[in-house]
C-alpha cells in the first residue's frame, strides 16, 4: 500500500498548482497536483512532468489514466469505483484515497485501494 503523507513515513510532498507557470516554481523532478484539466495533463505528459490528479466522476478517472497520471486522488465514494476500473483495465495509475485519519486509511486497505495521502502530503503554497 501507498502512504504518502503520514508523519511516521518519510514523502516527498506533492505541488499543487493551478497553471503551467507555476510548475516553473517546483523543485526539479518533483510531483505536481491539480484538479482535472485536460490542458494541464496535456502539458505535463508532453514535458515527462509527474503528476496527480483529483479526480470527481469515473469520466474523469478514464481520462488520468490515459493521460499516464501518475495517481489518482479521489473521495472514499469515488475510490472503490477507481480502484475497480484500474484493476480492471491494468492502469499503470494509481489509486490514491485522500485521508485525514488512520481510520481511513485502514478503511483503503481493508478495501484493497491503491494508497491513501494525507492533506500534509500537498503543498498548497509557498513553494
Not at 8 to 30: A, G, H, Q, R, V
Not at 77 to 92: G, I, V
Request: aromatic fraction near 12%.
Amino acid at each position: 500500500m501507498i502512504i504518502i503523507g503520514h508523519p511516521d513515513i518519510e514523502y516527498k510532498p506533492l505541488y499543487m498548482i493551478s497553471t503551467t507557470k507555476d510548475i516553473s516554481n517546483t523543485p526539479p523532478n518533483s510531483t505536481v497536483i491539480f484538479k482535472y484539466d485536460p490542458i494541464l495533463c496535456k502539458y505535463c505528459k508532453q514535458n515527462s512532468v509527474d503528476f496527480a490528479l483529483f479526480v470527481k466522476d469515473i469520466k474523469e478517472i478514464l481520462f488520468a489514466s490515459a493521460f499516464e497520471a501518475r495517481f489518482i486522488i479521489c473521495n472514499k465514494k469515488l475510490s472503490k469505483k477507481a480502484q475497480k476500473l484500474a484493476n480492471e483495465y491494468m492502469f499503470d495509475t494509481k489509486i490514491l484515497l485522500l485521508c485525514k485519519s488512520e481510520k481511513k486509511m485502514l478503511w483503503a486497505a481493508k478495501n484493497s485501494i491503491d494508497g491513501v495521502i494525507f492533506d500534509d502530503a500537498i503543498l498548497k503554497e509557498g513553494f
